[in-house]
């Protein structure tokens, strides 16, 4: 059973950095796609960007391309998002998420669907004034 934990988030100004992290354990498989999504008030929850723990390989939602990169540290089991230039926009709980092996990352139809993920964390929040 996978335990995700979220921390890192807080309150910044408009153009400052903020990195979220994801300590995680209880890893069964040889990969996982590991997920960063958000939720604001009254919205979806959205995908901001994926991490194929098998290929190394990453994407990203268009609203946070060039701003945000996501990593993974094997030897800490940890995920982070380096968000850099926030907006307000970026305002909402942000979550970390895995799915079992590397499929829900191989595809547009899959990287983004919540419900294509397992596990998930309690989520942490980011606010942009």
């Known amino acids: 059973h996978v335990q995700l934990v979220e921390s890192g988030g807080g309150s910044v100004q408009a153009g400052r950095s903020l990195r979220l992290s994801c300590a995680s354990q209880g890893y069964t498989h040889k990969s996982y796609c590991m997920a960063w999504f958000r939720q604001a008030p009254g919205k979806e929850r959205e995908g901001v960007a994926t991490f194929d723990t098998g290929l190394g390989s990453t994407t990203y939602a268009d609203s946070v391309k060039g701003r945000f990169t996501i990593s993974l540290d094997n030897d800490k089991n940890t995920l982070y998002l380096q968000m850099n230039s926030l907006k307000r926009e970026d305002t909402a709980m942000y979550y970390c998420?895995?799915?079992?092996?590397?499929?829900?990352?191989?595809?547009?139809?899959?990287?983004?669907?919540?419900?294509?993920?397992?596990?998930w964390g309690q989520g942490t929040q980011v606010t942009v004034s």
């Open positions: 998420a895995a799915a079992q092996g590397g499929r829900a990352c191989l595809s547009t139809d899959t990287q983004w669907v919540p419900s294509e993920y397992l596990y």
